[in-house]
């Protein structure tokens, strides 16, 4: 799942980058949507992936290019814009790379952010310059900023070094309060960057307002300032100089309000805690969901050690939660219940035990297999690297570098040479077109030899047996090469509970989501294109379908909603369908914002249900009124159709008011493979869909009627059929136009079934299903185009394309 | 990352350079025309091609290029002149223009050839018939005259 990201985010930093650069003396309309596109994506991504400090600085990007479209400004300074996006982009990237190599996406954003407002606020102020210097500056000082912090932690890091040595440092607690500049805005993202920085620095950091992330929390800081207790091991004046270095500080207060023995009284509601957590079994990447559990609970609680430690190593640490749970232990003046709420997040969970323990050395472990059940340790005491907070002077030093040890933990114990990069490489698909192409020269040159008129009439005992091994050899490779290219829909379909989970508890809905057929396996190149349609159609579905609880109870719906993702194979084609219990399509509110945003071309009332829905499809539609953190921007469907285009797939709604949505994405067989029955007609050979294939008979003229429209039938087995000879469907020549000198194909479609009449078949092999290019319109009745082992093309049989719409 | 750039612009430059004012000739009927040499990618025969049902008139079908699908304009029906069997001189000339790669049958290549800027006149203001509207300019070497193509046109333009 982490690569999947890393891949991901790549791709769409290259797409963004081209953009940006070309729009450097101005953006296209195309581009300000591509771009916001993208940025939305990448929000949604690492939000999901929880690395927040990206999502941020994506979604103040977002919103910048949200304005730009909606608003379409004149007198945009495009190459400021350009460098704020690249700015943006290069923060991403330092952080993916980060991320990469198994360190902690740690950058802060938050200068970035600051930046990319003031630069929106300019902008619709009417592009005033006068803020214009200011924000210029700001880079700069928040260049120095970091250096200046980067410099202190270097500073801080080596004192926590001496310290052991200096028998005199001891951890002292402090009380303080800062206030921030008027006008400043966003005091809270502020007291948040602001206690970020203090990280590693100082510890039991506890503040009011306590939920920096919730935006009152600025109103609060204003008003009262921004209160804060935490223990350090710095002297006072090394404190305040990394305070008062915070960027808009106005004033502040820093007091030391007793020394390390009073610190029980002090923070006396500071509890340890040892939880045990454990996955659902197959729910894969176990290290990785608990590392996200580490991730979860950062800043909120110290985490004293967990075990396995080096989470990051896979195949160890994997193994190890599977039998033993994930253990955790860690210090926290949270409630039990608010902790538990915490811990119980994590997607997949099985079980959590939490409970409170006196000292962080009553956790007693053995180093293998730490049975927490029973409590009972058949090995000696493993000794917790971190002390109690109730130690003496001398041993509180040392506490201050395990400490630090501890917290660095996840990024320090991943083993270099253990990227998570490891197991994959990824490899550009036109390497596996090109490779599947030499393949079918393979193919060819092999039959070329083998068959050689040359060696007719030769007694060649051990060359034919040579040959026969060559061809298995070839054959081998063949399958190697496709299977290279198929993935199934899992990881994709996984991803979605994460955002359904997160969808219920942000809008207090309930929601379950059932996967369906996630084994079906999709082209690479078509996986890439598929992800992101289905997550907006869920999101879609779980914002505007599903009703909240009490509304669905009184309609007597079961409070859960549920939204059911299926994939199936049907006739070449995989249906990729997302069915909610919801509340339907609201048909008059569509055809209604539809009217206002003057995309009706005839009167609403001739509008069919179908037509009407295809409008959510459109750019900027929303008919929610207002704008959530999931929806209401109108980018979502929009992405599902640009994204099915280019694979040239579509998508259906089916609707009933009450009841529920189907969006049903069919995707065709572009660049897949398939089983294809080879067919002679005219003087082309055509490749039918063996899955669409029913059986194949012969038939004389005589067995044809015809109805009053001259549409030819035929009884087959008791059964009327539909007949469409091909030559006349495709207005081709052909030398076979008595039925008693071809053969009748059946084809089914769905479950429609239609008898095809052809000159002759020819054989049946798998093909590559190539698309037609560009330049020759779509061809009804034609899916795709296919190279033949002698080289010759055949075209292939879009068998849905025989029944009328 | 620029010493990349510079180095590739310049290997555009150079490639400009070098084919700029060069043309390749070929026949349609009596007629010689021209395409600028940096569209052409190569002159192939003999390949098979295959017709694809329902397509403009003008288009012979699609033939397969190593592995690529390219679909091919048969120039006489373009230029609504009568078909003609191939024979051993017919050659299939393929154009890169746009994102489009096209294979374009023509009787007979001849050569490529320089036309200096200084030759190349404008078309009659004139439109009278289908075909020369897809005339951009007339070139003169010497005494002779070709018809230089206008691509967009040509290959774009129902």
């Known amino acids: 799942m982490l690569d999947m990201f890393i891949y991901e985010m790549s791709q769409l930093l290259d797409q963004l980058e081209q953009h940006v650069v070309q729009g450097d003396s101005g953006f296209s309309m195309d581009a300000i949507n591509e771009i916001f596109r993208i940025m939305h994506t990448i929000k949604g991504s690492s939000a999901m992936m929880m690395f927040n400090n990206i999502s941020t600085v994506a979604h103040s990007i977002e919103d910048l290019f949200f304005y730009l479209r909606e608003e379409n400004p004149s007198g945009v300074d495009y190459g400021r814009l350009a460098d704020h996006v690249l700015e943006g982009m290069d923060f991403i990237k330092a952080e993916i790379s980060k991320i990469e190599s198994g360190a902690q996406p740690d950058g802060d954003g938050e200068p970035l952010i600051k930046i990319i407002k003031n630069f929106l606020a300019e902008l619709k102020g009417g592009g005033a310059p006068a803020p214009a210097p200011k924000a210029e500056t700001k880079p700069k000082k928040a260049g120095k900023e970091s250096a200046k912090s980067a410099n202190k932690a270097e500073k801080s890091a080596a004192k926590a070094k001496e310290a052991p040595r200096g028998a005199g440092a001891a951890e002292t607690v402090y009380e303080g309060i800062i206030w921030f500049n008027d006008g400043c805005e966003m005091e809270n993202v502020r007291a948040y960057a602001f206690v970020n920085n203090l990280e590693g620095k100082a510890a039991n950091i506890t503040h009011v307002p306590e939920n920096l992330l919730d935006e009152a929390a600025a109103e609060v800081i204003h008003e009262n300032g921004f209160w804060f207790q935490l223990t350090s091991g710095l002297p006072y004046d090394d404190l305040c100089k990394i305070i008062s270095s915070t960027i808009y500080l106005k004033s502040m207060q820093l007091d030391a309000v007793g020394g390390d023995t009073s610190k029980a009284e002090v923070s006396p509601e500071v509890k340890i805690y040892k939880a045990v957590l454990t996955f659902d079994e197959g729910s894969e990447m176990e290290n990785i969901r608990a590392y996200n559990v580490l991730h979860s609970v950062e800043g909120r609680v110290r985490v004293l050690k967990h075990l396995p430690e080096d989470i990051l190593d896979e195949e160890v640490a994997v193994d190890h939660i599977r039998a033993n749970g994930f253990l955790l232990v860690l210090s926290t003046d949270m409630k039990y219940d608010a902790l538990y709420n915490i811990l119980q997040e994590p997607v997949y969970l099985k079980t959590l035990t939490l409970e409170e323990v006196q000292s962080a050395e009553d956790v007693k472990v053995t180093p293998l297999e730490p049975d927490e059940n029973d409590g009972l340790p058949a090995a000696p005491v493993v000794s917790v690297s971190k002390k109690k907070p109730e130690t003496a002077d001398a041993s509180a030093a040392p506490e201050e570098k395990a400490e630090a040890a501890v917290s660095s933990a996840p990024a320090a114990a991943a083993d270099p040479k253990r990227s998570p990069t490891q197991h994959m490489i990824s490899v550009n698909v036109s390497k596996l077109d090109l490779l599947l192409n030499l393949m079918g020269e393979l193919v060819i040159a092999e039959a070329m030899v083998t068959q050689n008129p040359e060696l007719e009439g030769l007694e060649l005992e051990s060359f034919v047996k040579e040959a026969r091994q060559l061809h298995k050899i070839i054959n081998d490779i063949q399958d190697t090469v496709m299977s290279m290219r198929m993935v199934p829909l899992q990881a994709t379909f996984f991803k979605m509970h994460r955002i359904v989970r997160d969808m219920c508890r942000q809008l207090e809905k309930e929601v379950d989501l059932v996967i369906v057929g996630e084994d079906t396996e999709v082209d690479k190149n078509i996986i890439e294109h598929i992800s992101d349609p289905i997550m907006h159609i869920i999101r879609n579905s779980v914002d505007h379908g599903i009703e909240m609880p009490d509304e669905r109870s009184k309609t007597g719906k079961p409070e859960k909603g549920r939204v059911i993702l299926e994939a199936k194979n049907t006739g070449g084609d995989v249906l990729i369908i997302v069915r909610d219990d919801g509340a339907g399509l609201n048909k008059d509110k569509i055809l209604r914002k539809a009217q206002n945003n003057g995309l009706l071309r005839k009167d609403p009332s001739e509008y069919s249900d179908k037509e009407i829905y295809q409008f959510i499809f459109l750019p900027g539609f929303s008919t929610n009124e207002q704008v959530t953190s999931f929806s209401g921007r109108g980018v979502g469907m929009d992405v599902v159709s640009t994204n099915l285009e280019v694979v040239g797939g579509t998508v259906l709604v089916e609707s009933t008011p009450g009841e529920g949505s189907t969006f049903t994405m069919k995707i065709p067989l572009t660049l897949a493979i398939i089983e294809g029955m080879t067919v002679k007609m005219g003087g082309a050979k055509y490749t039918i869909p063996i899955i669409s294939m029913k059986k194949s008979f012969n038939a004389k003229e005589t067995d044809i009627f015809r109805d009053p429209n001259g549409n030819e039938m035929i009884m087959e087995r008791g059964e009327v059929y539909n007949v469409v000879r091909l030559f006349e469907f495709f207005g081709v020549d052909s030398q076979i136009r008595k039925i008693e000198d071809g053969i009748m194909i059946m084809l089914e479609n769905g479950e429609q079934t239609v008898c095809l009449f052809v000159d002759e078949l020819i054989g049946e092999q798998q093909v590559v299903v190539k698309p037609m290019p560009k330049y020759i319109k779509k061809v009804r009745g034609i899916s795709g185009c296919t190279i033949l082992g002698n080289g010759d093309i055949s075209l292939i049989i879009d068998v849905g394309g025989f029944f009328d719409k | ?158």
């Open chain 2, 1 to 158: 990352m620029a010493a990349d750039t510079d180095h590739l612009t310049q290997a555009n430059q150079s490639i400009e350079e070098i084919t700029k004012d060069q043309y390749l000739t070929f026949f349609i009927e009596d007629e010689e025309y021209a395409i600028g040499i940096a569209y052409i990618k190569e002159i192939v025969n003999n390949l098979t091609i295959t017709q694809v049902p329902q397509t403009l008139s003008y288009v012979a079908g699609i033939v397969s290029l190593r592995g690529d699908i390219i679909p091919v304009i048969n120039v006489r029906c373009r230029f609504m002149k009568a078909d003609k069997e191939f024979d051993e001189q017919t050659c299939i000339v393929v154009v890169e223009y746009q994102e489009y790669q096209l294979g374009l049958i023509v009787d007979k290549v001849k050569e490529v050839m320089f036309i200096e800027e200084g030759n190349i006149f404008p078309p009659p203001n004139a439109k009278l018939s289908h075909v020369n509207q897809f005339i951009k300019n007339i070139g003169k070497i010497g005494d002779s005259v070709k018809l230089l193509l206008d691509l967009d046109r040509f290959l774009l333009q129902d």
